[in-house]
């Protein structure tokens, strides 16, 4: 489509004093994430719907949205989507459920994983109107996929009384969402979606919120854990 | 095009220099920086800086001049060649038992790394479920010049190392307790030592060695004092927290001139 004149009087200066090389694109692998916290359990969490410095995000950790719901001066080729997760303290008190771990299923995020909110629910991406992608069990069909760490953990061990049958199960219980490489969601074929275009990824309970289970040691109270959904794939951006 | 000082200087070095700036040469390369996580207070730092410490120079969370193990950065802030990233890797890297912290004679404990007892680092409470939660925080963001090219989430678990060793069994350990009592749970962390699993710069990026770096690994959510305590190993002795370092190592090729 030929450029109004108004587009080529823009264009000209733009390119005589403007801040970026117009017309020219640099492309780099990227990823743009966005968490939310989880509170105990909504029927719906909107991602990407606020930007670096917002209330909602205020830090990296949260997001790197450069503005709410599209990615701004640049375009971006999505490749894959990742559903994630962290919780904020590190110096979670593991003790608080150790006197739990061999009795029930309340002590530890494994619970929430096997048996709660990762077995459910879906995800939409969705540019403009139109849904584009719509995965069931995110949690399950579009994993981290990113070298997920491993945290091993050995038997206990029971000292028995003389001549009495202790009955223990020993094995302390740990999972963690599904981290080969080889397993990610990949959206096949690609979707680009160009710079200043609105959209939208929600993850979606409709058939009911699921409240946390696993909240002996880790809390189910707002900031205790943070869900969240990372795209993966290159960025085309302006040269400056 | 070049200046006529450049073009006097290119002249010399081509007919008397060590290099030959015309030949290049194709090597597959790493460029590492180590650097400790926690000075002595043993509170995580809440930004990490990577190669801004060179060789020689002193690490300033640990106070210990930096040897070839820790970094080959030569210059500070540059690399020393020509350089195309392919891949990024993080190693959180507890030190080897005889490397360990004096405070709680950790590196001489007989428990290190066995076992749940105190003086344990696979404790419940201990530095590797620490350091498990711990890989699930952090942004790393990688600028070269003004400009930022790599920004990545949870780069501990998103650029595993891996390599490294692959625990197949992991033991309790003995302790006597009464009857009846269970004890000696532990806990082993260790990142993807899978290849596969590596964060990789597709396209690669290609660095000139007079680009000014500026990488760091940041703690920006609830980051308090009370949440970034490496925990003491030996309860009895405060200030016994583990020795931890954390790597960052970028593979890919470096372009060298033909000497």
């Not at chain 1, 949260?62 to 999505?78: A, E, H, I, R, Y």
Request: net charge neutral.
């Amino acid at each position: 489509m030929a450029e109004t004149n108004s587009q080529a009087i823009v264009g000209k200066l733009q390119s005589r004093y403007g801040t970026y090389s117009r017309g020219q694109l640099q492309s780099q692998r990227k990823q743009f994430w966005s968490f939310v916290d989880y509170a105990n359990g909504n029927s719906q969490y909107t991602f990407f719907g606020s930007a670096l410095g917002d209330t909602a995000t205020p830090n990296l950790q949260k997001t790197n949205m450069p503005v709410q719901g599209s990615f701004g001066t640049s375009s971006f080729l999505l490749k894959t989507i990742r559903m994630a997760l962290y919780v904020p303290a590190p110096g979670i008190n593991y003790a608080a459920g150790t006197t739990t771990y061999l009795t029930d299923a309340t002590s530890a995020l494994w619970a929430d994983l096997t048996d709660g909110f990762a077995q459910a629910g879906l995800l939409k991406f969705t540019v403009g109107a139109k849904d584009f992608v719509t995965i069931p069990k995110p949690y399950l069909y579009a994993p981290p996929a990113d070298g997920r760490s491993e945290l091993y953990i050995s038997n206990a061990s029971v000292t028995e009384a003389a001549g009495a049958i202790t009955t223990a199960s020993f094995n302390a219980p740990e999972a963690d969402l599904n981290r080969q490489a080889e397993n990610v969601y990949n959206v096949d074929p690609e979707l680009y979606i160009d710079f200043q275009e609105n959209f939208r990824v929600s993850l979606e309970f409709p058939a009911g919120a699921v409240t946390r289970i696993g909240t002996t040691s880790l809390a189910s109270s707002a900031g205790s854990l943070f869900v969240g959904v990372t795209l993966d794939g290159v960025e085309f951006r302006p040269v400056q | 095009m070049a200046s006529e000082s450049q073009q006097i200087t290119q002249m010399l070095a081509g007919r008397y220099g060590t290099a030959n700036y015309k030949n290049l040469q194709v090597l597959k390369w790493q460029y590492y920086d180590y650097v400790r996580i926690a000075p002595s207070t043993g509170v995580i730092s809440q930004k990490l800086n990577f190669f801004s410490v060179p060789q020689g120079a002193i690490d300033p969370n640990s106070g210990i001049a930096k040897t070839l193990e820790e970094t080959n950065l030569d210059r500070n802030g540059q690399f020393t060649y020509d350089y195309v990233i392919t891949a990024i890797r993080t190693h959180l890297q507890v030190l080897p038992k005889s490397r360990q912290n004096s405070v709680g004679a950790l590196t001489t404990v007989a428990n290190l790394n066995v076992g749940g007892a105190d003086g344990s680092l696979g404790q419940p409470t201990g530095t590797y479920t620490f350091l498990e939660k711990l890989s699930g925080l952090g942004t790393m963001i990688v600028n070269f010049g003004q400009k930022r090219y790599f920004e990545v989430n949870q780069p501990f678990k998103t650029c595993p190392r891996g390599a490294g060793v692959s625990v197949k069994q992991y033991g309790g350990g003995a302790q006597a307790t009464a009857a009846g009592v269970t004890t000696q749970r532990s806990y082993y962390y260790s990142q993807s030592q899978d290849p596969r699993d590596i964060y990789r710069t597709t396209p690669p990026l290609f660095v000139e060695r007079d680009s000014i770096i500026d990488a760091s690994i940041q703690f920006q959510d609830a980051y308090t004092t009370g949440n970034f305590t490496l925990p003491d190993v030996v309860a009895a002795s405060p200030g016994s927290f583990a020795f931890v370092n954390v790597g960052l190592i970028y593979d890919g090729f470096a372009i060298v001139p033909t000497q």
